[in-house]
Each structure stands twice: as structure tokens, then as C-alpha cells.
């Protein structure tokens, strides 16, 4: 089951560039909650606060608190294991390309030291029957290589292979921001299925997309969290100018 995830006063700094700033909020468990905003108004570092990647970047840093359920990811825990709490679907799909989609999709376990045949088997199942994919690949799963499947498959392979590890929070940013219609909304479908189990956290340039999934979403400007509201609030009567300007596209 997903967990909410409490984020208070968080900071984030590429170098001396302050990218993230005060930021407060709440993302409901199994909901779905957009980010929008404009070019570099710090929406993916936020996304990459939430799951300690931000970190892996040698000039970067983050203060604040991020609590997952009761857990406060920067305190009581190891970036390893908010890993394994938290998939990452990112906006090109990055298969591994020389692995089979069998491999890809247990690559996670793998790592965690899962050798036993019929768990990996199942969690493939499992996993690709969540991600909608598994009629399309289920005869060529250790036949074709996770880069031989189209773009959208591939999308799908990678949230299949982020679902694996059966993680509680689903991190997408743009994730369909690179697929042909069709593949898009598979993937739509997909978020709106997965939302009961897990929490979702979108990050998306196209407004219709944060509608028709997200219950919540926030609109980011400059770093900072404008407002953050029912999604149907933000599009119908945002509370702030700057929103209502954004959202009418008259800036942005
Ligand atoms: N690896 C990095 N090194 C230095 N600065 C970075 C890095 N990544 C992002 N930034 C800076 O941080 C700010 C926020 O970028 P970020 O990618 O979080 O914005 P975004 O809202 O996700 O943008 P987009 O919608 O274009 O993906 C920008 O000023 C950007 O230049």
C-alpha cells in the first residue's frame, strides 16, 4: 500500500543556486498528485528530494524533512532503502539495453540479492501485468532485450520494473512526456489503476494530463510552491494570480 509523504521546509541548492525553496506540503497516500509549473521551476528536484537522488549530485544539497509514513527519509534511513520504498519512472524510458525484459524487470531484485526462480518469475508476472504490458511481451520475455520494444513498451517495462521491487511510493516525472498518444494514455490508465496501491507523484507540462489523473496538484514558480490544492480547484479557481496566469497559458 502507498504511504503519505510530509515534506517541511525543504531547501535544495545546486551549488550557490538556491533551486528549492521553503517548501511545505502534504501528498495523500494512494492519490495521485500532479506537479506543474514552468521550465526550471524545480518540480524534477523536488521529485528527486523525495527519493534521496538529489544527493547523488556532488554539488548539490537539501535541508528539511521528508517523512514517508513515519519514516524520515533523511534521518532514519539509507538512500538504499528509500530506493527500494520509492520507484522512479523517468521521462525517456531507460531500459538497460543489453538485458532481456525478464532481466530488466527483476534487475532491482537482483541487486537486493533475490535469486529464487519462481519468486523472480512471478514478480515479472505480476509486475508487467500491473504496468499493462505482459500480453505484448509474455512470449519473448528472456528472447527480446528490454531496448528491442517500442517506446511506449519500453515506458511500461520500466514502470514494471520500478513496481518489481514493490515499492510504496511511484515517483514519474514526464513520464509520457516523450510517447505518441496511444502509448500515453496507456500510460494515463496506468496511473489511475495503480493510484489505490501506491502513491503517485507526477510531474507533467501538460495541464489535461494532471486533470484527468491527479486528485491534487501543485504549481511551482521560481522554486517555490505557489499553491497546492484539489486538482479541480487549481483549473477552476486557483486561490493566486500567478497560478490562474499559468494554468490560462498566459505565461509559461
Ligand atoms: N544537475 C544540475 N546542476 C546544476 N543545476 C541544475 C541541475 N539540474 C537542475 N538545475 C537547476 O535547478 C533549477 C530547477 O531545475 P529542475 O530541473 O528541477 O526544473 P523543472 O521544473 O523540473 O524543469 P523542466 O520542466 O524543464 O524539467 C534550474 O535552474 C536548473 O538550471
Redesign the pocket.
Known sequence: MGVGILVEDLNAW??S?H??QDINLHIPANHATALI??????????V?CLNRMHET?P??HATGVVKMGEVDIYRDASPVEIRRRVGMVF?RPNPFPTMSIYDNVVSGLKLNGFRNRRILDETVERSLKQAALWEEVKDDLKKKSGASLSGGQQQRMCIARALAVDPEVLLM??PASALDPVSTSKIEDLIFQLKSQYTIVI?T?NMQQAARVAENTGF?LN?KMVEFDSTHKIFTNPRDKRTEDYITGRFG
Open positions: 545546486y551549488g543556486n533551486t528549492l509549473g514552468p521550465s526550471g521551476c524545480g518540480k524534477s528536484t523536488f528527486r549530485n554539488i548539490a521521462q516525472d514526464e510531474v507540462h511551482f522554486g
